[in-house]
């Protein structure tokens, strides 16, 4: 079965601090993606990013990047100089297979609230 | 740009009403899911439908029941609503075989008294 951790429950860090945020993941098959979403105030999911389990190449957007390392089994976030429409709620996601039926369900993490304050 | 709609943002039932929660996509999507957010838990999923009546139990269907008589639609069913029930709950929907994101609602806040 599928397991995604993020121990951390809540962040809070002041405005142009860099926040780490870790994902720690668990799965039986070769061939599964990884994902992060942001969840606002206003409650929407938006998509960060997606990774597949072939490619450990890091990642940057911006302000964020993402460091996937499959021999840890892990995905972590970083906001680089955090701003306060940083602040969310942070959601890692794992899913399998999408050619197995309905592999391309979800299994999220519980969730980082970040708390970028002024 | 993908559409998920779901018919409430806030809504609030008594113990042991009957509650429909509706999801349209207007992607032609096959794959749609219901899942449920409590804080510190996540999102968990409640039940997935691959096509027109076709559905599949998540992790946590006890409670629930679903509804894919279109394809665009998706309903969520609480048979009698209870208050271990109160929770936010998010619809969406993705095409099949895709390994790429799933596209969300709004979501629905319920609130059972």
């Known amino acids: 079965a599928q397991k995604v951790t993020q121990a951390q429950t809540e962040i809070s860090v002041v405005e142009k601090e860099d926040v780490t945020l870790d994902c720690v993941y668990e799965t039986r098959d070769t061939t599964y993606y990884l994902f992060w979403y942001k969840q606002p105030p206003s409650g929407e999911l938006v998509f960060l990013i997606r990774?597949?389990?072939?490619?450990?190449q890091n990642e940057i957007s911006g302000r964020y990047s993402w460091n996937f390392q499959k021999s840890t089994s892990s995905f972590n976030f970083t906001i680089t100089a955090s701003q306060v429409v940083d602040s969310a709620v942070y959601f890692c996601?794992?899913?399998?297979?999408?050619?197995?039926?309905?592999?391309?369900?979800?299994?999220f993490g519980g969730g980082t609230r970040v708390l970028v304050k002024p | 740009d993908v559409k998920v709609t779901q018919s409430s943002r806030y809504l609030v039932k008594r113990t042991g009403e009957k509650v429909f929660l509706e999801c349209v996509q207007d992607m032609d999507h096959e794959n749609m899911f219901w899942y449920r957010q409590d804080p510190g838990l996540g999102l968990r999923l409640i039940y997935f439908s691959y096509d027109v009546k076709m559905k599949e139990k998540g992790d946590i269907p006890e409670g629930y029941s679903v509804s894919r008589e279109k394809k665009e639609r998706f309903s969520l069913i609480l048979e009698s609503a209870s208050t271990n029930q109160t929770s936010m709950y998010l619809c969406a929907s993705i095409p099949r075989g895709s390994s790429f994101e799933q596209y969300f609602g709004p979501g629905t806040r319920l609130t059972v008294t």
């Open positions: 990774r597949n389990s072939f490619d450990e």
């Open positions: 996601a794992l899913s399998e297979e999408p050619l197995k039926a309905a592999g391309n369900k979800l299994t």
